[in-house]
Every structure is written in C-alpha cells, then in structure tokens.
C-alpha cells in the first residue's frame, strides 16, 4: 500500500498537480483584501477567481509578445505572480530556449523565467513566502512588476530563440 501511494505521489509530483495540501491551503481573508487594495490603488483591471484564489490580469507590453495574463496566486504561506507568455515553444526549440531561459535567470534575482518541456508553456514567475508577515503594497508591486519587466524585457530576444531558432548564446550576449 505505501509502494502504491508513493507511485501516485510521485506521478502527481511528475504531472505538475501540487500536493492536496497546497490546493487546499486557503488565503487569509486579510491576504485577499490587502491585494485587491493593492490592485484598486494601481487603477488595474482584474478579475477574482475564489475557487482558487487567483487574481487575473491582462497586460500590453512593449515587445513583440504584446499581450500576456498576469495571475497573482494566494496561499496561506505564500503569494507568487505568474506572467504567461503568449509563445508555445515547439519541441525543436526547446533545448535553445532552456539554454537561453538558464543564462538569463543566472543573473536575474526577483523573478524567472520557466519552461514547460512537456507542452512548451513558457512563463516568468515571482514569489514571496509569508509566514507570519504579509507583504505591504510595495512588496507586491515589485511580485507584480518584475516578472512583467523580465518577460517585456526579453519578449523579442525569446522569440527569436523559441519560434526562428536563433542560437541562444548569440542572443543573450547581444542582448547584454
């Protein structure tokens, strides 16, 4: 029986399905109204989802990707922002677009970049754990910030890696 549970454990791990402890860990109401008074201070337009606890976002940004969907998640212990790009990465260019996901998270510290191998989703994510303390508007204004200014920053130089199969080396170091 315990063979067993840790097979389904370790099948859930390998699919991306987090724990029945992170799903069920709920926000505390005072995490939810601090972020939506965050939201509503910046004049942004959201949508709330309360069966998960998701904040959703759209954003213009000023590269080729255009337009991405921010969700900001919330956690009892932690709150984290992803930024989904629009860009599907196919599987020829996904060893390039790791390579050139590797050299830039190597430098950046508030936020990173992550690649689904197995369906080619590509995202920028910040996090914060919370225990005990939550975060003011500043703190989330950089969850927010960051991984958006990450993603706007690199859009064009991600395209050409993950849809023209630029090489990756050659990008990141033009880029710097």
Not at 64 to 73: R, T
Not at 116 to 133: F, K
Not at 144 to 164: H, I, Y
Request: net charge negative; aromatic share 10%.
């Amino acid at each position: 029986m315990k063979k067993l549970l840790c097979l389904l454990l370790l099948a859930g791990l390998m699919l991306g399905i987090p724990p029945a402890s992170a799903q069920e860990a709920a926000a505390p109401q005072e995490l939810i109204d601090l972020v939506r008074e965050y939201l509503d201070s910046q004049n942004l337009i959201y949508r709330f989802d309360e069966k998960f606890t998701t904040y959703d976002l759209q954003y213009e940004l000023d590269s080729q990707l255009s337009q991405v969907e921010a969700v900001m998640w919330l956690y009892d212990d932690m709150v984290f922002v992803d930024v989904s790009s629009p860009i599907k990465v196919a599987k020829e260019y996904r060893d390039a677009t790791g390579k050139l996901l590797n050299l830039i998270n190597k430098s950046s510290y508030y936020a990173y970049f992550v690649l689904d191998y197995e369906d080619g989703e590509l995202l920028c994510r910040s996090t914060q754990m919370i225990n005990g303390t939550l975060p003011g508007h500043g703190e989330l204004n950089d969850l927010l910030n960051w991984p958006l200014s990450l993603m706007e920053a690199w859009g064009n130089d991600l395209l050409k890696v993950s849809t023209q199969g630029a090489d990756p080396l050659e990008v990141y170091q033009a880029h710097e």
